[in-house]
């Protein structure tokens, strides 16, 4: 069974940091490219960074500079660094899979205040 539990969401203000973390199980990990993904309330998903197994990255436009993605594979865990929040980037943030089958988290919920 594939479990993806994300955990780092909370309350910050403006300009403040916050690391999100992706545990996984059930799959292996080391092989799998993994993102983050956010919604905020009234819009669609988004994509906001990837990580391949070879730990090429990509960002969205919108959180280039600020976001950085990485994975700890003896740790089967993804994280999200996020630096200089903003209050657009106030959001669920969700983990995933991104090779092989699509896995989600549940989500945890980031909030910026201004």
């Known amino acids: 069974q594939v479990q993806l539990v994300e955990s780092g969401g909370g309350l910050v203000q403006a300009g403040g940091s916050l690391r999100l973390s992706c545990a996984a199980s059930g799959i292996l990990f080391s092989v799998v490219a993994m993102a983050w993904y956010r919604q905020a309330p009234g819009k669609q998903r988004e994509l906001v960074a990837t990580?391949?197994?070879?730990?090429?990255?990509n960002y969205a436009d919108s959180v280039k500079g600020r976001f950085t993605i990485s994975r700890d594979n003896a740790k089967n865990t993804v994280y999200l660094q996020m630096n200089s929040l903003k209050p657009e980037d106030t959001a669920v943030y969700y983990c995933?899979?991104?090779?092989?089958?699509?896995?989600w988290g549940q989500g945890t919920q980031v909030t910026v205040s201004s």
């Open positions: 990580i391949t197994s070879l730990r090429s990255t």
């Open positions: 995933s899979t991104a090779s092989g089958s699509p896995y």
